[in-house]
């Protein structure tokens, strides 16, 4: 599936809009991971392990709103936007939101 933050897929045209599909993530942070981010935040440096649940988080919402459009018999979707948010007590959940619009190509 064809997967664009554009509003459009090159060399393509659009014969039918689906609707708005979306997928979201929310996933908690580890408290030893976050004591150890803490550690290299004072030292300097990135954070790989927070690095990689945000990646993770991303693609999981990505997948569950390819899995939506898939559903409506979708062949791509367009105008993908991302969003992420920190919820919970003391910001420890993490959410990523993805929306875009489900379309089939000609």
Request: no cysteine; proline share 0%; hydrophobic share 45%.
């Amino acid at each position: 599936m064809i997967v664009t933050t554009t509003d459009s897929v090159e060399g393509r045209s659009i014969s039918a809009y689906k609707g708005i599909v979306s997928g979201e993530a929310i996933i908690g942070a580890n408290i030893f991971r976050d004591m150890f981010a803490g550690i290299r935040d004072i030292v300097g440096g990135r954070s790989g392990s927070y690095e990689k649940v945000l990646r993770d988080a991303k693609e999981a919402a990505l997948e569950d709103m390819q899995e939506q459009a898939a559903e409506l018999g979708a062949d791509a979707i367009v105008a993908v936007d991302l969003d992420y948010e920190v919820l919970g007590k003391e910001n420890g959940m993490l959410m990523v939101v993805a929306n875009g619009t489900a379309v089939t190509l000609a």
